[in-house]
DNA sequence: ATGCATGCAAAATGTTTGCATTATA
DNA sequence: TATAATGCAAACATTTTGCATGCAT
């Protein structure tokens, strides 16, 4: 999504660009991974933006309100979000190891969508999003 | 698993087999959706086992070292057991409501295994579970 | 000037821990 | 009877809310 359609998208939702919010999506954009609100808060902290945690979860909503980011599940009790990319070529999935916890983005070759069509049509479901991580070990902690 | 291994692991990790222990398996084994915690327990409420809180999340976590159990995230802050399909022609996702919350369990012809051995070889990287749950609106809700 | 954004504190939510007590093998 | 299981309260971690204030348009 390029700069002008996120500040009309924006400005349909009645909601201002601001320095915190630019910032993150700067941020989201740099990292490939998934970032919860404290790596969040500490990478603009690094910008010279200090900013409270509220206001990392509000901007988050709002992000999250015009489909610009997505939640992603690690089952560690923390929200992580990243920019949303269902429907460009960098839709990606995650391996994470259990062990050290490190993150690591694959692109493959999956046939969600396909599964997605046929729950649309036999379940009568309208799929808008899927989680799809694996877990287990990686090189060195195995 | 039968009754007789699985009694046999909990002797192996020293565990002991109370009422709470077995009423949470029996309740798991006939309820095809995730539950959480609080669901759990008011399940075995209606059983007449009351049990406090901390009961059941350290029963939980006592079923889930012995993979009898396994987490499943839908991503609104709660942890949901349900009891480990993996390796048998019950493994299943799920499709969860946005709006309602209602759940669905699906059946779906995935190739996440494959995903799973491509993985192996390509990032040397042991899966030993994949999340995989697909959301969006409901036949009533869309 | 109006209304959204922010900071702060407090509340809400879900999960875990420490310790004394009870129950099981 | 030794050890695990339990209940309870408190600690913890994460996220949300209320309200007063500041800032952008």
């Not at 996120?6 to 320095?19: C, D, P, R, S, V």
């Not at 269902?86 to 969600?112: M, P």
Request: charged letters at 30%; glycine letters at 4%; aromatic letters at 6%.
């Amino acid at each position: 999504m390029d700069k002008e359609t996120i500040f009309n998208q924006f400005k349909e939702q009645g909601l201002k660009i601001t320095k915190a919010c630019n910032a993150l999506l700067k941020i989201l954009e740099k990292n490939r991974l998934p970032l919860a609100e404290v790596e969040l808060r500490a990478k603009l902290s690094a910008l010279g933006i200090v900013v409270n945690k509220t206001t990392i979860y509000r901007q988050l909503t709002h992000l999250k309100k015009i489909n610009l980011i997505r939640e992603v599940d690690f089952g560690d009790g923390k929200k992580r979000f990243e920019l949303n990319t269902d429907d460009c070529q960098r839709h990606h999935h995650h391996i994470i190891c259990t062990n050290c916890k490190k993150v690591e983005e694959i692109y493959v070759n999956d046939d969600v969508k396909q599964i997605e069509l046929e729950i649309s049509r036999n379940k009568k479901f309208k799929v808008t999003s899927h989680s799809l991580e694996f877990f287990g070990l990686c090189k060195n902690c195995k």
